[in-house]
């Protein structure tokens, strides 16, 4: 079994849309927990991150961690085009050995 | 601008020749670190650098080497590439205490 766990997709969803990604992990010692968003020949940019459990909103994305049942979202309100990428979790125990999910591919249609 | 910078982008090599990958970043991060992307497999940790003179194996180190000179700097290094290193290659940076690891573009090896 995988550390951490991630569907792969791929997703396509119409423009506006809320999409849902998710993680699931196996490691009871991750406290950091984060969502990496990747661009086609692009390397991955950090676009939210959570320490411990709990929600964190940044705009049109939402990060909530479920420590209890070890699964971790993204959501994404009004999805448009532009969020097209591939979406990789990641966690950690300390702030720097991370451990990723494969990724998911999101495509968002016009 | 803040970046980490890794050259080549690019590389067709043969089984056997050595090359090295370098990685440069300007950002004064203690932290840096190998990942190799496999579809299916996602981002695999080679190998991880603490600061300079201090390296250390990440997830799946074998065929690789590393070493840390110098703060910005972080080669990775194979000696003898086999075709099951072909992949895509990222080197990641950060600063200490910090969650945000900044990658660089990738280099898309092929061993023939």
């Known amino acids: 079994q995988k550390e951490v766990e991630q569907d792969p997709g791929p997703l396509s969803v119409p423009e506006g849309a809320i999409v849902s990604l998710n993680c699931t992990y196996s490691?009871?010692?991750?406290?950091?927990f984060m969502w990496y968003r990747q661009y086609s020949r692009k390397g991955p940019e950090l676009l939210m991150y959570t320490y411990s459990s709990g929600n964190k909103e940044d705009g049109r994305f939402t990060a909530q961690v479920d420590k209890s049942s070890k699964y971790i979202s993204l959501f994404i309100r009004d999805s448009q085009p532009s969020d097209s990428a591939t979406y990789l979790c990641a966690m950690s125990v300390g702030t720097y050995k991370y451990i990723f999910g494969t990724g998911t591919r999101l495509k968002v249609l016009a | 601008e803040a970046q980490v910078t890794q050259n080549p982008r690019y590389l067709i090599t043969v089984t056997g020749k050595k090359l090295t990958v370098t990685c440069s970043q300007n950002?004064?991060?203690?932290?840096m670190s190998w990942y190799r992307q496999d579809p299916g497999l996602g981002l695999r940790q080679i190998y991880y650098s603490m600061n300079v003179e201090v390296t250390d194996k990440g997830d799946v180190p074998e065929g690789y080497k590393v070493s840390r000179k110098e703060k910005r700097n972080f080669p990775l290094i194979l000696e003898s590439p086999s075709p099951n290193q072909t992949s895509l290659y990222f080197c990641?940076?950060?600063?200490?205490?910090?969650?945000?690891?900044?990658f660089g573009q990738g280099t898309r090896l092929t061993v023939v």
């Open positions: 950002m004064n991060h203690e932290y």
């Open positions: 490691n009871s010692a991750f406290q950091y």
């Open positions: 990641a940076s950060s600063s200490q205490g910090s969650t945000e690891a900044f």
